[in-house]
C-alpha cells in the first residue's frame, strides 16, 4: 500500500491514469489521506461537481491485513451537500481489497469532455478504464448483478446508483459486502454525487492471486492483534449486545431518554419503537430466516450486521441500522419494519443516504405532501427518487433543499446536512458535536471514546458548559485519529473501558509499521486532521456563524423533559481551541 | 397468564412492590437482583424517563417507571451509563433527586428490560408472579 492511482478523467480522448509514490502523504490513511489530499489539492471556492474537485477513495493504515475491524474504507471530496470538506466511510470488502491490491488511495480527477459512463477494472495485473454506457442509471443491485455475470463473484465494487448519476445532494458511495450485495454505503455529504460527475459508474476491485499485506514484525502483529480481538470479544457492548442486535440496540435507549427525535424533530418519544426496537427487529429477522448477527467484512469479529427477510422469508435487505431505522420509523411517524426494511433497500438501491433520506421525508411530511405515519407514501416518495422525476430530484437533494422549495421552517440540518437520531436539546453534548463538526451534523464526528484521551486535556469540571466544550474536542480529536487507521468506530466502547485493547490497538499499528505510537501521538494525528480540515473549511468561506444549530432547537423545548438547547455560542467557538 | 414476551418487557411490567425504599434496595431485596448484578450488568437505568446515576439515593415512588439496559453502544449510549465518563453530555435530563419525603408503602412500580437485560433477567423476574402487563 504504497502508491496512489490518480485517474485524470479529462485526459485527451479518454481518461488517463497514473501510479505515484505516497510521497508527503506518507504515514497517512482513511480519512487523514482523503483529508490531506483535498484540503492540499482542491480549490476550496470550487464547485463540488467540477472538474475542479477530486474524489479521493483511501483504505485505513491497517486495511488488507490479517487484523480484525480494519475494513473501513474513507471517501473524501469537498461536498456538495454541506460546501465543507467531507470524509465518509463505509464497511464492506473494497477497503481490505484494494489494500491488498497495493493502493493507498484511488484519486479521480477532471471530468470527461463526451457524456460517457465508465468503469474502472482494478487487479493485480493493472488498471483499465473503460466507457460502458450500457450500465446508465442502473440501480446498485442490478448493476452489481450484471457485473458478476461479466466478472465472476471474486469482485468487490465501489460503485454509485441513479441518485450519484444525477449528481443529487444525498447520493451515496455503494461498497459491497461479503455476500457481492451493494449494502455497505458511504452516505453523508452527497460524496456519490461527485464520483457521478466524474461518470464513473463503478470501480471494480479483484485481488485474485494477491495475498495480505505482511507487518514489519509478525509474531508482535499477531499478538497484539489477538489481544485487541479478545479485548473486544469480552466487552459487553462488541461482545454481546452489538451482535445479539446490531446498531438498533440503542432504539430503546434513547427513546427512553427522550431523546429520539420523533415527527420530523417535534417530541422526543415514540410510541411505536418497541414494535421497531432492535430486540423486535433480531427477533423477526430469525424467525424469517435471516440473520441477526453478521459481519460487513472478513475480519469483523463484532458483527453488527444482519440480513433481513421479507413476510415470504426472501432477501430484502440487509439489517437496517439504528440511524436508518430512525430516520425512516420514529422521524416519519412509522412503526412498520417491513417498511422501513423496504426503505432501507430502495435507498441502497438507488444510492441514497438513509439519515439524509428519512429526514427529507419528513420535512416533506411537514410540508403535507405525505402525512406523518404513512408507509406506503413514504415509500412513494423515495421512489420517485429513483425515477428521476422533478419531486424526486428535490426530495433527493436532501433536508436543507426540500425544506426551501416547500417552506417549510423546521429544518434538522447544520451547513446543509441533516441531524442524526439524537435530539441534541436532550443530549446537549451531542449537540456541540454537531454544530461545530468540520462536516456538518454527524453524530460520528465525536464518537470515539478513550479514557487516556478523554483525560488529555487536564481536568475541567465536565458537568460545566466548558466540560461539554472539551469533551467534544476530545471525542473528536480521538475520532479523527481513528477514522484514519480504518478501523471500525465500534471499536471504541472497548478501547473506552479497557487501556489493555487500546494499547493492543497501537501495538497493532506499531508492529506493522515499525513505529513507536503513544497516546499522545493519537491525539496528534487526531489534531493534524482536524486542523487541515478546518483550514479548509475557512478558506471555503466558512466561519464560526455556520457552527451552529437550527434555531428552533433553542426556542422550541422538546417533551417529555421540555428542555432547549442550552450552550452558548461563545462556548461553541472554543471547541477548537487547543 | 401467558408468558411475558420480549415487546411486553421494553413496553413495561407492573410489579406489586414496597415503594418509599432506595432504588438498590428495591432491586436487590425484593427483585431479588444481585448486587454483582446491579453494578457490572445493569449499565443504564432510567427512572421516569431519567438517566439515573445514583441508584443509593434514589427512593421510589409508588407508580414510577423503571428501565434497565446493559450498555450501550454509541457516543450518545455511553453517555446515558450510570456516572459514565461522558455521563455531562446528558445532564439536562439526568434524575434530580426529590425534596419531598416518599413514605414506605405498598405500591406498584412498572419495569421495563431492554436488549440482553430480558434474555438474563426476563425469565427470573416473570416468576415472581406479581406482576401484570402495562397496555
Known amino acids: 500500500m504504497d502508491k496512489i492511482l490518480r485517474i485524470n478523467m479529462s485526459g485527451d480522448g479518454s481518461p488517463a491514469f497514473k501510479k505515484e509514490p505516497l510521497g508527503e502523504y506518507a504515514g497517512f490513511g482513511g480519512r487523514a489521506l482523503t483529508s490531506a489530499i483535498i484540503s492540499k489539492e482542491v480549490p476550496p471556492l470550487c464547485h463540488p461537481l467540477g472538474a475542479e474537485n477530486k474524489l479521493v477513495i483511501a483504505p485505513g493504515l491497517l486495511s488488507g491485513t490479517t487484523g480484525a475491524m480494519s475494513g473501513r ?15 465518509a466511510n463505509a464497511g464492506g470488502q473494497a477497503s481490505q481489497v484494494l489494500a491488498r491490491l497495493g493502493y493507498a488511495a484511488i484519486v479521480l480527477e477532471g471530468k470527461p469532455k463526451t457524456d460517457d459512463l465508465y468503469k474502472i477494472i482494478i487487479n493485480k495485473d493493472g488498471v483499465k478504464i473503460e466507457a460502458d454506457n450500457s450500465l446508465r442509471m442502473l440501480p446498485n443491485y442490478d448493476l452489481i448483478d450484471k457485473l458478476k455475470s461479466q466478472y465472476g463473484e471474486n469482485i468487490s465494487c465501489i460503485s454509485i446508483g441513479p441518485a450519484g448519476e444525477m449528481k443529487l445532494g444525498a447520493a451515496s458511495v455503494a461498497c459491497t459486502d461479503m455476500e457481492l450485495r451493494p449494502t455497505r454505503h458511504a452516505g453523508r455529504g452527497g460524496i456519490g454525487a461527485v464520483m457521478g460527475s466524474k461518470q464513473v459508474k463503478v470501480i471494480i476491485l479483484d485481488d485474485t492471486g494477491v495475498k495480505y499485506r505482511q507487518p514489519k514484525d509478525p509474531e508482535k502483529f499477531k499478538d497484539a492483534n489477538k489481544r485487541f480481538v479478545e479485548g473486544l470479544m469480552k466487552h459487553p457492548v462488541t461482545g454481546k449486545g452489538l451482535p445479539a442486535y446490531g446498531t438498533n440496540i440503542l432504539a430503546n435507549i434513547i427513546n427512553e431518554a427522550g431523546a429520539y427525535p420523533t415527527y420530523n424533530f417535534k417530541d422526543g418519544k415514540f410510541a411505536g419503537t418497541s414494535k421497531i426496537s432492535g430486540e423486535t427487529q433480531a427477533e423477526l429477522e430469525v424467525k424469517r430466516g435471516g440473520i441477526a448477527t453478521h459481519g460487513c467484512h472478513r475480519g469483523c469479529v463484532i458483527r453488527c450486521s444482519g440480513v433481513y427477510h421479507d413476510k415470504d422469508g426472501h432477501y430484502l435487505t440487509k439489517q437496517p441500522e439504528y440511524e436508518t431505522v430512525w430516520a425512516h420509523g420514529a422521524n416519519c411517524g412509522i412503526d412498520d419494519l417491513d ?16 439519515i439524509e433520506m428519512g429526514a427529507t421525508i419528513a420535512v416533506a411530511m411537514d410540508a403535507g405532501i405525505a402525512k406523518f405515519g404513512d408507509a406506503q407514501s413514504a415509500i412513494e416518495l423515495i421512489k420517485e427518487v429513483g425515477k428521476g422525476s422533478y419531486l424526486g430530484r428535490i426530495l433527493g437533494s ?13 429544518v434538522p440540518v447544520v451547513k446543509g446536512q441533516a441531524l442524526p437520531a439524537y435530539d441534541p436539546r436532550a443530549v446537549q453534548g451531542i449537540g456541540v458535536t454537531y454544530a461545530t463538526s ?13 479514557t487516556n484521551i478523554l483525560k488529555c486535556g487536564g481536568f475541567v469540571d465536565p458537568f460545566s458548559s466548558d466540560g461539554q466544550i472539551e469533551l467534544s474536542r476530545n471525542l473528536q480529536i480521538a475520532t479523527a485519529a481513528i477514522d484514519s487507521t480504518g478501523m471500525c468506530l465500534f471499536i471504541a466502547f472497548a478501547l473506552l473501558d479497557q487501556p489493555d ?7 497493532m499499528l506499531n508492529s506493522f509499521y515499525g513505529l513507536n505510537l503513544t497516546a499522545d501521538s493519537v491525539t496528534d494525528l487526531g489534531k493534524n486532521v482536524l486542523t487541515m480540515e478546518r483550514d479548509f ?12 444549530l437550527p434555531r428552533f432547537f433553542y426556542t422550541e423545548p422538546v417533551s417529555p423533559h421540555n428542555v432547549t438547547f442550552k450552550i452558548k455560542d461563545e462556548d461553541l467557538d472554543k471547541v477548537f481551541n487547543w | 397468564m401467558a408468558e411475558i414476551n420480549s415487546v411486553d418487557w421494553q413496553q413495561g411490567v407492573r410489579f406489586e412492590v414496597f415503594v418509599g425504599g432506595t432504588l438498590r434496595q428495591l432491586l436487590r431485596d425484593q427483585l431479588n437482583i444481585s448486587d454483582d448484578y446491579i453494578d457490572n450488568r445493569i449499565a443504564i437505568i432510567f427512572y421516569d424517563g431519567s438517566p439515573v446515576d445514583d441508584i443509593d439515593s434514589l427512593i421510589v415512588k409508588d407508580g414510577a417507571v423503571i428501565a434497565l439496559s446493559s ?10 451509563i450510570r456516572k459514565g465518563l461522558i455521563s455531562p453530555f446528558r445532564e439536562s435530563i439526568r434524575f434530580k433527586p426529590q425534596d419531598r419525603e416518599i413514605q414506605k408503602k405498598k405500591g406498584a412500580i412498572t419495569l421495563k428490560l431492554f436488549n440482553t437485560l430480558i434474555l438474563e ?10 406482576y401484570e402487563r402495562v397496555e
Open chain 2, 71 to 80: 450498555q450501550m453502544p454509541g457516543l450518545v449510549g455511553a453517555a446515558m
Open chain 1, 438 to 450: 468540520t462536516m456538518g451534523a454527524d453524530h460520528t464526528a465525536g464518537y470515539a471514546i478513550a
Open chain 2, 121 to 130: 433477567l426476563g425469565g427470573l423476574l416473570a416468576n415472581r408472579n406479581l
Open chain 1, 398 to 410: 436532501g433536508a436543507a433543499v426540500t425544506a426551501k422549495v416547500f417552506g417549510v421552517e423546521r
Open chain 1, 73 to 87: 474504507l474513507s471517501v473524501g471530496c469537498k461536498s456538495p451537500l454541506t460546501g465543507t470538506i467531507k470524509e
Open chain 1, 501 to 507: 485493547t487500546f494499547q493492543a490497538l497501537l501495538d
Open chain 1, 537 to 548: 473549511n475557512a478558506r471555503a468561506g466558512f466561519t464560526k456563524e455556520h457552527d451552529r
Open chain 1, 339 to 354: 417498511a422501513i426494511a423496504m426503505l432501507d433497500f430502495l435507498d441502497d438501491n438507488y444510492g441514497l443516504d438513509t
